[in-house]
């Protein structure tokens, strides 16, 4: 999953304009986020899903859980229910 950037930032002072950053617009893998499991926030716990070249060979990269000290690749990740995300640019 890759994004284009915005190319800014949201500006101060009630404005929202967009500031242009030096090093302009950029382009965002998606490379690992959090998610929870269970029926609510209240019981349950947090899991984090990352991308992991697991062969070593090429970029292949697959998703990868780490559940506690479980560690298991991911065949069908819930990118639609996760807290964090964390992105890597690309460009």
Known sequence: VA???????????????????????????????????????????????ALKNINGQGADDEWVIFNDQSVAKSANPPLERGYMYLYERQS
């Open 3 to 49: 994004v284009g950037g915005a190319g800014g930032v949201g500006g101060g002072g009630g404005g929202g304009g967009a500031v242009a950053l030096e090093d302009g617009q950029g382009m965002y893998k998606l490379r690992a986020f959090v998610s929870h499991i269970g029926s609510n926030t209240g019981s349950g716990h947090y899991v984090a899903h």
